[in-house]
């Protein structure tokens, strides 16, 4: 999925402003050079005037700030490296993260958005690239779950 689009809907979903937005990427990193102006861009979609793709680092300060907005940081334990790329599987891993969800959770997330995923299905995503029952999160799981995210914390409608 193309990060903007990752972005927007977690933004959507958690009714984020722009300051909010920028406050939860310097949890991940007090010193990422974002502003609250630069967020507009970020939000648009591919075509429209201002959009300005959002980049892997972005995202992933994005996710791991959301992670420490709503499970805190471990002071104890040093700093983790942000990633350089970012997967469909890691966006699904951390906003699991994020959102302290159990398996149950994932499955009944899948299933308000319409899209049911089996047991083996869904721990398949969360493999590590090497195990032989790794799966890739495509765009479609991908974008079924931030759908039955947003239906879970916003309402239905």
Same mark, same amino acid.
Request: proline letters at 5%; glycine letters at 8%; aromatic letters at 8%.
């Given at each position: 999925?193309?990060?903007?689009?990752?972005?927007?809907?977690?933004? $959507?979903?958690?009714?984020?402003?722009?300051?909010?937005?920028?406050?939860?990427?310097?949890?991940?990193?007090?010193? +990422?050079?974002?502003?609250?102006?630069?967020?507009? *861009?970020?939000?648009?979609? @591919?075509? @429209?005037?201002?959009? /300005?793709?959002?980049?892997?680092?972005?995202?992933?300060?994005?996710?791991?700030?959301?992670?420490?907005? $709503?499970?805190? %940081?471990? @002071?104890?334990?040093? =700093?983790?490296?942000?990633?350089? %790329?970012?997967?469909?599987?890691? /966006?699904?891993?951390? !906003?699991?993260?994020?959102? =302290? !969800?159990?398996?149950?959770?994932?499955? @009944?997330? +899948?299933?308000?958005? *319409?899209?049911?995923?089996?047991?083996?299905?869904?721990?398949?995503?969360?493999? =590590?690239? *090497?195990?032989?029952?790794?799966?890739?999160?495509?765009? =479609?799981? !991908?974008?079924? +779950?931030?759908?039955? !995210?947003?239906?879970? $914390?916003?309402?239905?409608?």
């Amino acid at each position: 999925m193309i990060n903007n689009d990752v972005m927007r809907s977690i933004r $959507y979903m958690l009714d984020l402003g722009d300051g909010k937005v920028v406050e939860v990427i310097r949890l991940a990193d007090a010193d +990422f050079p974002i502003e609250k102006s630069d967020v507009p *861009g970020l939000l648009k979609k @591919e075509g @429209e005037d201002g959009f /300005v793709p959002c980049g892997d680092r972005v995202l992933a300060h994005f996710l791991d700030g959301l992670v420490f907005y $709503y499970r805190g %940081r471990d @002071e104890s334990l040093p =700093q983790r490296r942000v990633e350089d %790329r970012i997967s469909n599987n890691l /966006v699904l891993k951390k !906003l699991r993260v994020a959102f =302290q !969800l159990k398996d149950v959770d994932m499955h @009944e997330i +899948f299933e308000r958005a *319409g899209f049911p995923l089996s047991k083996p299905e869904l721990s398949a995503l969360f493999r =590590q690239p *090497g195990h032989k029952h790794y799966r890739p999160c495509g765009d =479609q799981i !991908l974008r079924n +779950f931030l759908k039955g !995210l947003t239906l879970r $914390y916003r309402g239905e409608g």
